[in-house]
């Protein structure tokens, strides 16, 4: 019997003829349900969620605005797409009504396709009966091959999504009960489309379709054995794998008999599956109470965040406002200018530069609060120190202190190609990143001494000097030692003139940009990107040493094909992030035509972007088209290698300007990839076959690994004879409009905005990292040691900070939580057993894989904090790291922020990821897992007197690539070693030596 369900409309609730929504499983064929119900006229979504964000159960043909309430709805109890425990989520009519109107407007009939709905179903049901006649297609397909999708694309472990398929079909047959409904089993409603499209228009209350265009609109889009049925995982709960399979064979026979099951056929399924998933509900239980109050305190610190936002404005504005008025001092010549001079010559080497792109404001992220936090700290900095402590102070904000941290850290990208040429790999993944809000700086390989330039907003174009270089010599061998030095002094120069974050990522794309990048200071966290076009087959070069220690050594390897990462990951993680298309490009506006003489009738059109050299196989094209009259073969690029056509019908155009591929692909009827068979082109992701599909142009290509995952959008050819084979069959398909909306959506799904967004995920993932310092006094020094961690920007990008209070008095407490509370990452840890005892307290506290004890007179340099983690990752055997530091013997050297990051740099300049065996105390500064707590007993070593080697069975050492200075010799009490002599005004930088100093 159908529910009663409430009619109670929202003041804006648009009325429509037909409503359908298809309930389901993902990876269960909603997709094809929903391209069945768009050549039957329902509307499908005019915005619609990344297609290639599968992780998040949207596709192609998931409504944007609908999805992301749902996510909403689902987080409200601490839930996401795969619950599967029951929901009780009341309505929210307003916002449903929103989220439709947003993605479908006014359409009189539309096609609701979010796996998420299945979850909803009773809150939805409530909003869309009163609006027009509602009607479900429940998708059904095997467990084991949505097992096999969920585990090849989610990562989902096969019990779970077993789990999951029972509660999303028992869910979808039981609260759809009493609805116009049918249950579609996937792939059979392929076969025979016309029974399968009369059985959606039944359940839309529409007559059978008569149009056979409307059979033909909706045929399979790939393959039957790439996606119609496959491989069954099979799980290892026997139980699991039978109330699945029993399951499934119920619903597929009702399915193919036209009928679903009723409430009293599937109660037994229920009690059996809440038997089986009793544990795994109870777990997911606790996850979500705990995700629930998770939210609760990010809501909080996203209402902190609005609040900082509008200081930032304030100050923003503020700040204008005093810069207009000191430049109408200055040219009215008034005799305040003298005054104002010194305030603004002397600003810190931090404050951006008036050529550079402004970096977002503090506020620009709801965890970034460094704008405020360093007002409380100045604030309370400035009063008097007590008698006999020394006055630390803090340094003093710079007049635009509203945007001293940015949540988004500078890329520089070191390019093997230059910037003023045919967009590759660098220039999509800069303009993205750019986009994105980084700011972006462009490395040519070509020396000279011209100055960077904007070459497209938020990008800057590098070059390396010219000075002290070999005449002749560029980026094309190994620069020499005093070369390296050179350009590494530059290099730093630079991040000084220009404000470079605090944390800032280098994607090194050449092994030659490797021998100057290795040498930077931690501050700059290298990315290793080894792309196809530097592969070298066999080749024993320095160049292969180089690219083979970048991989070694580089924070972050990430590569562009799946057969590079298959050979790479047996050496170390890495990430794979391939080619995209340029949607832009062919969605920008008119084409412009490509000049081509007409073409007569019967001739097929083949083309070829890319360079005519050695990997391009000049035999095969020849032959086919010396074999083939009716081809017409065009070949744009450039041509460095023997190729003399001779034939009438093959032409070479040369380069073809960026702009100008829109048309040339338009005038195409076939485009080709004819790679010879090699190494490179077995790890090649050629970046042309997503062009190829942006514009809707089916490609046929020798066998290239990377491309077997497009299915049909490409055609495989070997000979002359299979290829011009390959080249008719495309070209027929070419006349289907369905195969030029195939191909567009596949490049959809690869476009490079996600590839810059998988970037940034790479270069920002990192362990949960907890620092903990005791505290007992003034909160003057454990403030000034919180301000050089977050005051000035990220110097880690997931932190927390845990203020372990032994006991201060009244008044410094509240300066700590006055100061303090408004950065989120930061906490208090109240203790009244002595500094020992705090920092006990604290380490119990945290929650970070890697634990820093940190003496609140220690002031960490930027690049300080990933270099120790990175350590500890690398060497298992490694229990304790401790840094370098300053080796002055009072307190009279009480250094600012700017200065203490230039002698880091000093210091560790040339020793990235070294290390020397040494002994670290840890109530200076000292880094360790939280999983060796127990195992090293390091918490037994925190004891008063100097401390020794503290951890059993672990070695301890000094890391060479990360600076803490001191303002005072007592904290550094049990510190054993002096290490480099070098002050801050020390002229001589230290030198590129691969050797600990």
Not at 168 to 193: H, K, N, Q
Not at 326 to 332: G, M, P, S, V
Not at 453 to 462: D, N, S, T, Y
Not at 564 to 589: E, K, M
Request: hydrophobic residues 45%; negative net charge.
């Amino acid at each position: 019997m159908k529910a009663p369900h409430s009619t109670q409309q929202s003041p804006r609730m648009t009325p429509r003829d037909g409503t359908l929504i298809i309930l389901g499983m993902p990876r269960s064929g909603g997709s094809f349900l929903a391209q069945a119900a768009d050549a039957m006229g329902f509307a499908l979504p005019s915005r619609r969620a990344q297609p290639a964000d599968i992780s998040s159960g949207g596709d192609a043909f998931a409504p944007l605005a609908v999805q992301h309430l749902n996510d909403s709805l689902l987080a409200r109890k601490g839930a996401w797409w795969g619950r599967i425990a029951p929901l009780d989520i009341a309505p929210d009519p307003g916002a449903m009504q929103q989220a439709l109107q947003a993605d479908f407007g006014n359409a009189p009939r539309i096609a609701i396709k979010d796996p998420r709905l299945t979850l909803l179903i009773p809150a939805w049901r409530q909003l869309l009966e009163p609006l027009a006649p509602l009607g479900a297609l429940i998708t059904l397909r095997h467990p084991g091959e949505v097992a096999t999708s969920l585990a090849r694309t989610n990562g989902i472990p096969a019990d779970a999504a077993f789990l999951m398929w029972v509660h999303y079909l028992l869910t979808a047959l039981e609260d759809s009960e009493g609805m116009s409904r049918a249950l579609i089993l996937f792939p059979d409603w392929v076969d025979d489309l016309d029974h399968t499209l009369a059985r959606i228009a039944s359940v839309a209350g529409l007559p059978p379709p008569a149009d056979p265009a409307t059979v033909e609109m909706v045929a399979p889009r790939f393959r039957a054995d790439a996606v119609h049925g496959g491989q069954q995982l099979r799980i290892i709960d026997p139980e699991l794998d039978l109330l699945a399979g029993d399951l499934f064979t119920l619903a597929a026979r009702h399915a193919r008999d036209g009928s679903v099951p009723d409430r009293t056929e599937i109660a037994p399924f229920r009690i059996r599956f809440d038997t089986l998933s009793a544990s795994a509900r109870g777990t997911e239980a606790m996850a979500g109470l705990r995700i629930t109050d998770l939210q609760g305190q990010l809501n909080q610190a996203n209402v902190r965040a609005d609040r900082l936002a509008e200081d930032a404005s304030a100050l923003a504005r503020a700040n204008a406002a005093l810069q207009a008025e000191i430049a109408e001092l200055r040219r009215r010549g008034d005799t305040h200018a003298p005054a104002l001079e010194p305030q603004t010559d002397e600003a810190p080497a931090r404050t951006t530069p008036a050529d550079m792109t402004p970096k977002a404001a503090a506020s620009a992220h709801p965890n970034r609060s460094h704008g405020r936090l360093r007002d409380a700290i100045s604030r309370l900095l400035g009063k008097s120190a007590p008698d006999g402590e020394p006055d630390l102070g803090a340094p003093s904000p710079p007049a635009d202190s509203d945007q001293m941290g940015t949540a988004k850290p500078d890329i520089f990208i070191l390019s093997p190609l230059a910037w003023h040429g045919r967009p590759r790999r660098p220039h999509h993944l800069a303009l993205e990143l750019a986009k994105a809000g980084h700011r972006v700086f462009f490395a040519e390989p070509i020396t000279g001494d011209a100055p960077p330039q904007e070459v497209a907003p938020g990008i800057h174009l590098l070059r390396l000097p010219d000075s002290g270089k070999p005449a002749g010599a560029d980026m094309t061998t190994p620069p020499s030692p005093a070369m390296q030095r050179i350009w590494v002094d530059h290099f730093h120069r630079f991040a000084d003139r220009h404000q470079i974050s605090l944390r800032a990522h280098v994607l090194v794309m050449h092994p030659l940009w490797w021998s100057v990048a290795r040498h930077l200071s931690p501050q700059f966290q290298l990315v290793a990107d080894i792309g196809a076009e530097i592969e070298q087959d066999g080749a024993d070069d320095p160049i292969l040493r180089l690219q083979q220690q970048m991989i070694a050594e580089a924070d972050r390897v990430i590569v562009s094909s799946q057969s590079r990462q298959d050979r790479l990951s047996g050496q170390r993680p890495v990430r794979l992030i391939r080619n995209g298309a340029d949607i832009d490009l062919f969605t920008a506006g008119a084409t412009r035509d490509f000049p081509l003489e007409p073409r007569p009738e019967g001739v097929i059109r083949v083309g070829y972007i890319g360079a005519v050299a050695d990997w391009f196989d000049t035999g095969l094209v020849l032959a086919i088209a010396r074999q083939n009259p009716d081809f017409d073969i065009h070949l744009g690029g450039p041509v460095t290698t023997a190729i003399e056509p001779d034939l009438p019908n093959v032409r070479l155009h040369g380069e073809i300007p960026h702009a100008d591929l829109p048309g040339f692909l338009a005038a195409m009827d076939v485009m080709m990839i004819p790679f010879r068979p090699s190494a490179r082109a077995r790890a090649s992701e050629p970046i042309k076959f997503y062009d190829h599909a942006a514009a809707g142009k089916p490609t046929v290509a020798t066998a290239l690994p990377e491309l077997a995952r497009a299915g049909d959008t490409v055609l495989i050819a070997t000979d002359p004879a299979s290829f011009a084979q390959a080249i008719r069959a495309a070209a027929d398909k070419a006349c289907d409009p369905m195969t030029a909306s195939v191909l567009r959506a596949f490049a959809l799904e690869n476009a490079w905005s996600y590839r810059a967004a998988n970037l940034v995920d790479e270069m920002e993932r990192a362990p949960l990292l907890s620092v903990v310092i005791p505290t007992q006094g003034p909160a003057a020094p454990a403030l000034t040691c919180i301000d050089m961690l977050v005051g000035h920007g990220d110097t880690y990008p997931r932190l927390e900070i845990l203020l372990a209070d032994a006991g201060s008095d009244a008044a410094a407490s509240e300066d700590l939580r006055a100061a303090t509370s408004a950065d989120s990452r930061i906490r208090i840890v109240p203790h009244g057993a002595g500094l020992d005892g705090a920092a006990k307290a604290g380490i119990a506290a945290a929650r970070g894989e890697y634990i820093l004890l940190l003496n609140p007179q220690a002031r960490i340099a930027a690049g300080a904090l990933p270099a120790m983690v990175a350590h500890l990752q690398r060497r298992p055997l490694l229990g304790l790291v401790g840094p370098l530091y300053n080796g002055l013997d009072s307190a009279q050297h009480a250094l600012d922020a700017a200065t203490i990051d230039r002698l880091a740099r000093k210091m560790t300049t040339g020793h990235r990821g070294q290390w020397t065996p040494f002994p670290v105390d840890p109530k200076f500064c000292a880094m360790f897992r939280r999983a060796d707590l127990d195992r090293a007993d390091l918490l037994a070593a925190i004891a008063p007197g100097d401390a020794g080697p503290p951890a059993k069975g672990l070695e301890t050492a000094l890391a060479e690539d990360a600076y803490v200075h001191c303002d005072t010799p007592a904290a550094r009490r049990g510190s054993r070693r002096r290490p480099r002599p070098t002050l801050p005004d020390s002229p001589a930088s230290p030198g590129l030596s691969s050797q600990g100093g």
